[in-house]
């Protein structure tokens, strides 16, 4: 089976439409006003609204409060969410949806308990670490840190970008990867060219 690939930071109804064209699995929406990719959980509804059904809107929260993830949540049944910051397992099971849980890549984390401590989640996603940044640092990290024997699918994230996606399919052999600014000609502003050869290649390998 060959590379998923999610785009994140969709703002607007026509980068959803290209990166549906450019045969992204599944898009991301990001629900954290701190961001330069933030988007408003009624204009993201209208977006997921016009979706194909087999492409999955993520929804991305940082430490939210449960009224911000309630009113995302009323307004699709599709939604899958990714939670990005500090939340337990309990604060991710509570809303009975299908969620991903994000894992900064500082030095020192033992990956291993990490997973295990979120054994409910679908998958799990990688990303670099940045202090005092929760995400869409557009750094790498060490691929090698990553241990072999995860019992779960593996997102990769961080850093990514049509130049190096194909390296990080064949060396991590993710379930899927996770691009950002990678595919960005301005933040929170999606290149259709990018997304096309950024998915081409990471399904290609």
Known sequence: MSCRVKICGITNVEDARLAVL?????LGFVFYSNSPRYITPDAANEIVAKLPPFVTPVALFVDADPEEVLKVMMGS??????????????DCERYGVPYYKALRMKPGLNVED???SYH?????LLDAYKPGVPGGTGETFDWQAIPDNLDIPIIL?????????AQAVTSVRPYAVDVSGGVEYQKGKKAPTKMNDFVRLAKSV
């Open 22 to 26: 450019a045969d992204a699995d599944a």
């Open 77 to 90: 049944r599709r939604w899958v969410f990714q939670f990005h910051g500090n939340e337990s397992r309990h």
């Open 157 to 165: 994230a961080g850093g990514l970008t049509v130049g190096n996606v």
């Open 120 to 124: 409910s989640a679908s998958a799990i």
């Open 114 to 116: 990490e997973v295990a």
